[in-house]
């Protein structure tokens, strides 16, 4: 599904724009329809950040005064409400690495608040974000209160992405499994 949509908003708002969309995530907003924060690289090699809104079908009327026929016009239903540089962009707050929380804070000259639908959605476009930053601004970013192993995996780790948190989990899983079933003497 997400490809998909990330093939659609490439065609009809990122491409004529002349911009490349490299990672996306559903973030919750306040207003009805869908929102995504989108990271995007433009010819000229400016990262921008974008809000944007998806809102799917619109009512209109028919003929008929008792009917009503859904239609939705692809071009109209994406729309960016908010543009940010990724150059300006001062500090990624976590808000609190310690509880799963997919709220945080993007620092621009004002601070704007984002809720992902998942903390593996906000990790997903930290980790991009950061990789950009690296790459196109040629300085590192600025983050507070993140697990840091998840956003720059150990040597062990490739940066898989989520492939990599998951596996990390799992191995100390195993290893709490094991310790427990440890047979520990008692003295006595």
Known sequence: MSSLLREEMQRVLFRPAKQRLVEFIEIEEPSHGRHFLCASVAKNKEVQLCIVHCQMSVPLKSASKRSFTK???????????????????????????????????????????????SCSAKY?????????????????LNLRNFDWPYIKPTSFYSNKGDCAVLSQICFYAINLVCLSMCHVPLDG
Do not use: M
């Open 71 to 117: 239609r939705s016009c692809i071009q109209e239903c994406y729309q960016r409400t908010e543009i940010w540089s990724l150059k300006d962009l001062t500090l990624i707050d976590g808000r609190n690495p310690d509880v799963d929380d997919p709220c945080f804070l993007l620092h621009f000259d004002e601070v704007r608040t984002v809720t992902a639908i």
């Open 124 to 140: 997903a476009i930290v980790r991009a974000l950061v990789a950009l930053s690296d790459r196109y601004c040629q300085r590192s």
